[in-house]
């Protein structure tokens, strides 16, 4: 059994809380969200479900879980961008991005899986759009750094719409199931679609 009483309780939970988000992210990745249950979590992770329970009533609170992980882990890939966006062209900072997307999409499987599901269940939709909104602040940030120059309505417009080819660009990436000629292309394309739409709303910095 997972659980160890020598282990301090808190300790044990965030142990177990670790354990049963890689094991959603296994099944993610290895059957889709289909397969994803209650009891095929905790039948892997070798734990009860009363323990399991107690964290998430069903699949859709473990997918929001994942949702979270992915906000902290990928905002750290943003803040080193942010670093070299002050010494570099805004469009090389834009092909650094896609190119760390799909670096990240593929070392993390299960994110095709988990934008699918998201796309799909309804119940989900107001977490997906806090992600949305919480990812267009960031990136209008790293955005700003390079020049971008507008602001109010407009900028939460531009940078909302921006996020949203770069959720498309995630999903395309996992579609192509790892194939490295084919996410090149994909990197190719939607860094001439993102650069010919941001263009207009940059503004030149002295370097």
Request: negative net charge.
């Amino acid at each position: 059994m997972f659980e160890s009483r020598d282990l301090p309780q808190q300790l044990r939970a965030k142990e177990r809380v670790d354990l049963v988000l890689r094991t959603t992210q296994e099944i993610l990745a290895e059957r889709g969200y289909s397969a994803l249950t209650l009891s095929a979590v905790c039948e892997r992770a070798n734990i009860k479900q009363t323990s399991i329970y107690r964290y998430w009533p069903n699949q859709t609170a473990l997918l929001v879980s994942l949702i979270s992980f992915f906000e902290e882990d990928f905002q750290n890939e943003i803040k080193k961008l942010e670093v070299v966006a002050f010494d570099n062209p805004w469009q090389e900072v834009q092909l650094l991005l896609l190119k760390g997307l799909a670096d990240y999409c593929e070392t993390n499987p299960w994110v095709y899986s988990g934008i699918a599901a998201v796309r799909g269940d309804n119940g989900i939709a107001e977490r997906h759009e806090q992600t949305l909104m919480f990812f267009a602040t960031r990136y209008a940030h790293l955005l700003k750094i390079g020049g971008f120059g507008v602001r109010g309505e407009e900028e939460a417009r531009v940078s909302r719409t921006y996020v949203l080819v770069l959720d498309s660009f995630i999903f395309a990436v996992g579609r192509a199931s790892s194939v490295k000629h084919k996410i090149q292309e994909i990197i190719e394309d939607y860094y001439a679609v993102i650069v010919a739409y941001l263009a207009p709303h940059m503004q030149e910095q002295d370097r």
